[in-house]
């Protein structure tokens, strides 16, 4: 957990409103995929304060039934909401894929999700306007990603495969190296996987697409094998940063931004027994000391 370094407000004198701003921003993910969507809300928004929730307990989501997923998703955004959140980012495909409409429909604070961040950022950027997109399966079943880009560009030929293992690569990755996230010299730590890769990417390749979107928040914390796979003619789209931008502008619109000066705090919390592999994982994604990772008891398994 960071501790803010300079709060400049005296909270006597701060007003409902700007005791509002100050509350945290709630996210969670499956697991520690949605790890990389935190670390560019951090990086954007600094002095935001925010609550991670990672149900690795239940992880993965991507095989389960989406009515399943959809409960999820409410249980946790209900104890987000108990948490004083101001605002919650479903930093996971699948859980936005099964979960964010009803989400938005049951609570009165903005809650986005990450697919349409994703496709507005691939819709820009294609030029050949044949897009692919790799997913787990509930999220390629739901059709989610073909429905939002086709809402911004309905001449977009979208070929969507589902490619669960990368989830399990990404798992196993980071596990198992020192220099896995974000060391794409460090390819030969995955090249073990990249005939895999390049099997499960076939379809993708025969599309002869131009832009990739990364429709799993796992398969960040494994783009060097993804990049290698698909080569340098293919670029790939992560919704991480797309979201981070979304969260800042519906902020700034709404005169929500945090009106501290300082650093914010970062709270995690995972549904796992073990806290000691999450708090692991998280220093490695988010690059930054993290002193404690606290167990959250959810009813369901
Ligand atoms: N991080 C999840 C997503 O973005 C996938 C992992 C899972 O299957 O739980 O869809």
Request: with cysteine; proline share 4%.
């Amino acid at each position: 957990m960071m501790e803010k370094s300079a709060d400049t407000s005296s909270p006597q004198k701060l007003s409902g409103q700007a005791r509002f701003c100050n509350a945290p921003i709630g996210i969670f993910d499956s697991g520690f995929g949605g790890l990389t969507v935190l670390k560019e809300l951090v990086r954007l928004l600094p002095n935001e304060d925010f609550i991670f929730v990672g149900d690795s307990k239940r992880c993965p989501y991507g095989p389960r039934d989406l009515d399943e997923v959809r409960g999820f998703v409410v249980e946790i955004c209900d104890y987000l909401i108990s948490r004083g959140c101001k605002m919650i980012v479903i930093a996971c495909n699948t859980a936005t894929a099964a979960g964010l409409a009803e989400a938005q429909r049951r609570f009165a604070i903005p809650i986005v999700g990450v697919v349409h961040p994703g496709s507005r950022a691939a819709a820009h950027m294609t030029r050949s306007r044949c897009v692919g997109v790799i997913a787990t399966e509930g999220t390629i079943s739901s059709g989610v990603y073909e429905d939002a880009i086709h809402g911004l560009d309905a001449g977009i030929k979208v070929t969507s495969v589902a490619t669960p293992k990368f989830v399990e690569i990404a798992e196993e990755g980071l596990q198992l190296t020192d220099g896995g996230y974000g060391v794409r010299e460090g390819l030969s730590v995955w090249s073990a996987y990249l005939p895999l890769a390049k099997e499960c990417l076939q379809p993708i390749l025969a599309a002869h697409v131009d832009t990739l979107v990364l429709g799993c928040t796992h398969f960040p914390l494994i783009q060097p094998l993804i990049a290698a796979a698909v080569g340098d003619e293919v670029q790939l789209v992560s919704s991480a940063e797309e979201t981070a931008i979304e969260v800042h502008a519906i902020l700034l619109r709404r005169g929500e931004l945090a009106r501290y000066e300082g650093r914010g705090r970062i709270e995690l919390f995972t549904t796992a027994d073990n806290t000691a592999d999450f708090h692991d994982m998280a220093t490695l994604v988010l690059g930054i000391m993290i002193e404690s990772v606290y167990h959250l008891d959810l009813a369901a398994e």
